[in-house]
């Protein structure tokens, strides 16, 4: 409700503040109870992998078996321990809402301007706005002069709105130019920026790809342990071994059947990836994100910041004879050029552009690295686009302004007088096409001209460029507007990123598809996917309004707002797409929370964009997305590495555990014995495994389907692997049986060393790198295991008897069949891979612009207005 002037002018009263706090509270977003420490290692210890890993921890602690029952519980307090920081570092999304509110506010209260806390400010306050301040809290416009707000924060619009008397503004935006008094409509929790901090508080963190498929995998390696292991002990029982004995075997079998150091290598993996990832400007806030970068289908791009640089730039100017100049340069930074270079003509429109305007540039400083905008960041750019076509730095106190005829939103123009230092004045106006070109307007120009200048803005408008008109002349009275003649167009954008294209390129050819949302024009979205290699031809385009009924096959979503992408990220998942979601702006937190991954601008981004994000851009670079694809793809692949050579032992455990009383090996392995092979095999190596570098090609392929198991494709592998390990180390028992020698122990010896031969089979080969980890740990591991033969204390312990050399040998031999085997077979399956991939494709990516090129070194012409 608008104040009455009797308010307006006199503001609150203090009793009317006092009862109002009390009724409406602070002007605060509210903060949600965070969950207890016991709660959150709760929540963390119902993982299925780890209730399999506890329950291991009992088992072998029954068993007595104290090394395998430290490592066990060193996995779950480190898993936990880091799941539940993460957490704790997740929730500080809605923290970083409460911080964007302003410090401070201008309020006028019992008939005296007076400057409070904004937490302090109640609705019916007054409050003073000017350029550069942010709105405290919601307001109703009761004045307003050549105001405009920068809402990217909140709607994405990349251009600052205009606003009047009688509209609201909300809380979190910036005034751009201008100023104005506005009466607070709401506060705290019913502001635009409670609102959004709902949304945020209300989406829960969603399991990620890799957790769910561990979660299966953990109750499938559950059951079957179990159930294999009962088997087992029913036919040991069965054919009249000890109950007592093989019911410690069978226990050591479950033990040994559920690879326990699977969660320390997916930490380690995890780790690894997230260290190397910060060296490529990619920060991890939440472990689990490293992996789910890799099965990501579906990249939800914002474009402000994004896909563009998040600054309004002149890409291209229009003389009036048609001739397009182009201009080169990076952001507000006043280097750059005009190609073809600045002739008189194009001099004389860069000089009204500088002139017909009331901003100005901040260098770069010690706490901005970047040059920057003071004022309306569109004049900015004229500024810029002057600088570039050659204009002086000084010639607005060359020419000073002795009049002016300010922007309002009914003339849509805005126009300035200035006194020339030769004599007379000039006059400079910029505005609308439409409204400078009019018949009867204040450019005189022919109906052919007319209609050339209007086709032209008309074309630029299409390509998604803000088009303006500058007109101008010199004359001896300093008059108004009319007879003005038509210097040009120009055409403002947000430039393009130069590495986007080539980016956009790579996710297609990754088989990523990417989705546009954004809060801009549909017009403005279109053109740059289009520009960008989004699309093929043409963008299907959809409003916000109508995402919930929208085809998926959308590829630009524009003028959405916060709750409207959260139906887009919603309705993608639900058709079993996992979506990475880029985002910038306060509002793109909820949907960065509710995407399977959410990845926010560490530079130009705000901080509630990094707080409710998974991944943040130091570099706030597209291209830095796809390392990090790559990373979590390398990351997958190694666990599913892992997991051929863990289940490739367990098998084959198993499998000797049950055929080899049927071919007269009664006991075939004692639980000690089993446990150390377990512990040797599945311990070092396999967590060295996790460091394996990216095979070449990686980011070739298509990414998993989303329900694909995590042992999807390596059944028959880890069936043909554990087989020939099973074959390898039977085999060798009988003969040594037959030869009246240690068979337990030749059976013991190449079981083990046939596992860490097929280690060394199934990794990465032909890589630039080399995993050294991989190699140190096989070394460890064989000197552990040859100790189990040769060192009379491990004899004693385990139940072995010494090999002689010959005896070594042979068992040697049998062991290094198994990985030989493997290793033909997995270089026989990448060359079919190789093969087989279809050829590098994706849609021909549209060349960037030129404005999105840097020219460094640029001249600057002199000139002077005629």
Not at 639 to 650: C, D, E, H, M
Request: charged share 20%; aromatic share 2%.
């Amino acid at each position: 409700m608008v104040a009455s002037s009797a308010t307006a002018v006199a503001g609150l009263s203090t009793a009317e503040v006092t009862e109002r706090q009390r009724r409406y509270g602070p002007n605060e977003l509210p903060a949600p109870r965070p969950p207890s420490v016991t709660g959150r290692i709760l929540t963390q210890l119902r993982d299925p992998l780890v209730l399999v890993l506890l329950a291991a921890a009992v088992i072998t602690a029954l068993l007595r078996d104290f090394s395998d029952l430290a490592v066990i519980l060193l996995v779950i307090v480190l898993n936990t321990t880091v799941g539940v920081v993460q957490e704790i570092r997740a929730d500080r999304a809605v923290a970083a809402l409460r911080r964007m509110a302003a410090p401070a506010a201008r309020v006028r209260r019992d008939g005296a301007d007076v400057t409070i806390p904004a937490a302090q400010l109640v609705p019916g306050d007054v409050v003073r706005v000017e350029a550069g301040d942010i709105v405290p809290a919601d307001l109703r416009l009761l004045e307003a002069v050549r105001l405009s707000v920068d809402e990217a924060a909140l709607t994405g619009e990349s251009v600052p709105v205009a606003r009047d008397a009688g509209e609201e503004l909300s809380a979190g935006t910036v005034a751009a130019t201008g100023r104005a008094v506005g009466e607070v409509s709401r506060t705290g929790a019913d502001s635009a920026l409670g609102r959004i901090a709902a949304l945020v508080a209300g989406q829960p963190r969603r399991a990620t790809p890799l957790q769910r498929r561990l979660a299966g995998l953990g109750r499938v390696l559950a059951f079957a342990a179990a159930g294999l292991s009962a088997v087992v002990l029913a036919v040991g029982v069965a054919r009249g071994q000890p109950l007592g004995e093989m019911l410690l075997a069978a226990v050591s079998l479950t033990v040994a059947a559920v690879p326990e150091s699977l969660p320390a290598v997916v930490t380690l993996a995890l780790a690894l990836g997230a260290h190397r990832m910060a060296r490529q400007a990619a920060i991890v806030r939440r472990l689990p994100a490293v992996e789910t970068l890799g099965s990501v289908t579906v990249l939800a791009t914002d474009k402000t910041g994004t896909l563009t640089e998040g600054v309004m730039a002149v890409d291209r100017l229009v003389l009036p004879d048609g001739t397009a100049v182009t201009l080169t340069g990076r952001g507000y930074d006043p280097a750059g050029s005009a190609e073809p270079a600045a002739g008189p003509d194009t001099r004389r429109l860069a000089e009204a552009m500088v002139l017909c305007n009331d901003a100005a540039l901040a260098a770069p400083g010690a706490d901005q690295p970047l040059w920057r905008a003071v004022g309306d960041p569109m004049e900015a750019a004229l500024l810029v686009a002057g600088a570039r076509c050659g204009v002086p730095a000084d010639l607005r106190e060359r020419l000073p302004r002795v009049g002016e005829v300010p922007f309002d939103a009914t003339r849509r123009r805005m126009t300035t007088v200035h006194r020339h230092p030769a004599g007379g004045h000039v006059v400079a106006c910029k505005g609308a096409p439409d409204v400078l070109l009019a018949p009867g307007g204040p450019v005189r120009i022919d109906d052919d001209g007319r209609h050339r200048a209007l086709d032209a803005a008309a074309e630029l408008s299409r390509a998604g460029y803000r088009v303006l008109a500058v007109a101008g002349a010199r004359r001896d009275e300093s008059g108004a507007e009319h007879d003005l003649d038509l210097l040009g167009l120009v055409a403002l954008a947000d430039p393009v990123r130069a590495e986007t294209a080539d980016t956009v390129a790579a996710f297609r050819e990754a088989g990523i598809e990417l989705v546009l949302i954004t809060g801009d024009h549909p017009a403005t979205a279109a053109a740059i996917a289009e520009r960008v290699g989004l699309t093929a031809g043409p963008a299907r385009v959809a409003l916000g309004d109508d995402a919930a009924a929208a085809d998926l096959r959308t590829e630009v979503f524009a003028r959405t707002g916060p709750e409207q992408k959260l139906t887009i990220i919603g309705r993608l998942q639900h058709s079993g797409a996992v979506v990475a979601m880029t985002g910038d702006g306060v509002n793109d937190a909820p949907a960065l929370r509710r995407a399977d991954i959410g990845v926010a601008m560490g530079r130009g981004g705000t901080e509630a964009a990094r707080q409710a994000a998974d991944l943040v851009l130091a570099d706030d670079n597209l291209a830095t997305i796809g390392r990090a694809v790559r990373e979590g793809r390398r990351i997958y692949a190694n666990i599913r590495r892992f997991l051929v050579y863990a289940l490739s032992g367990g098998t084959a455990e198993v499998l000797i555990m049950l055929a080899g009383p049927w071919i007269g090996l009664p006991v075939p392995l004692l639980p000690a014995q089993i446990l150390w092979i377990n512990m040797n095999t599945h311990g070092l190596p396999g967590v060295a495994l996790g460091g394996e570098p990216a095979e070449d090609g990686l980011m070739h392929r298509p990414p998993r389907r989303p329900g694909e198991a995590i042992l999807g494709g390596l059944a028959a592998r880890i069936a043909i692997s554990g087989s020939l390990i099973t074959a390898a180390a039977l085999g060798a028992a009988l003969l040594a049986r037959h030869a009246g020698g240690p068979w337990q122990s030749v059976l013991f010896t190449v079981l083990g060393l046939a596992q860490l031969g097929v280690a060394l089979a199934v990794r990465v080969r032909g890589a630039r790198e080399r995993n050294w980890g991989l190699d140190a740990a096989v070394a460890l591991s064989l000197a552990l295991q040859l100790g189990a033969l040769w060192l009379p204390w491990l004899r004693d312990l385990l139940g072995t008897e010494a090999l002689s050399l010959p005896q070594f040998a042979a068992a040697a031999g049998f062991a290094a069949v198994p990985g030989l085997v493997t290793l033909l077979l997995v270089r026989r399956r990448r060359g079919a891979e190789r093969a087989g991939r279809p050829a590098a494709g994706g849609r021909t990516p549209y060349a960037p612009p030129a404005a999105t090129a840097c020219d460094e070194g640029a001249t600057t012409p002199e000139g002077g207005v005629r």
